[in-house]
């Protein structure tokens, strides 16, 4: 009987993709985005990055300065990854340079049970805060790993 498997072939593999924003701390704004999520893929991670320290003025208020992180099918959607804090200025209103935050435990069923069977576009949502104040670099990039099939 012949063996009905195949060895030595390469696995899948994982890439990414990011998008930097400069001035990405905006009061009370949406900061919209898009990523293109290559065919035959899942999201596999999505990481926040912070390029250079970065102030907020919202310390001490339960709210006033955080920015939350949303990624989906469709603008402002949830569908890839449910909201995540990625600033939560009542418990730190310094973001130190290099930070990063994950929010790979957000990624919904959607994101991770099939892999897309074409380029599919997801949408990216910073939500701000209304804090009055913003000093530092306000820059950062978010990444999104995708495992390729």
Not at 29 to 52: R, Y
Not at 85 to 107: K, R, Y
Request: hydrophobic letters at 40%.
């Amino acid at each position: 009987m012949a063996n009905p498997f195949t060895n030595q072939r390469p696995g899948s593999v994982v890439s990414s993709r990011q998008i930097a924003v400069k001035d990405f701390y905006v009061t009370s704004t949406n900061q919209d985005f898009t990523f293109i999520q290559p065919k035959n893929s899942i999201v596999e991670s999505v990481h926040v990055f912070f390029d250079g320290a970065t102030e907020i003025d919202g310390y001490g208020s339960t709210t006033a300065g955080d920015m939350t992180l949303v990624l989906g099918t469709a603008a402002g959607g949830a569908q890839i990854a449910t909201s995540t804090t990625i600033i939560d200025a009542s418990a730190d209103d310094t973001i130190d340079d290099g930070a990063v935050v994950s929010c790979t435990a957000q990624l919904t069923a959607a994101a991770t049970g099939s892999a897309a069977t074409s380029e599919t576009v997801l949408h990216g949502r910073l939500a701000c805060g209304d804090a009055s104040t913003i000093t530092g670099t306000n820059k950062l990039q978010v990444h999104i790993g995708f495992r390729h099939f």
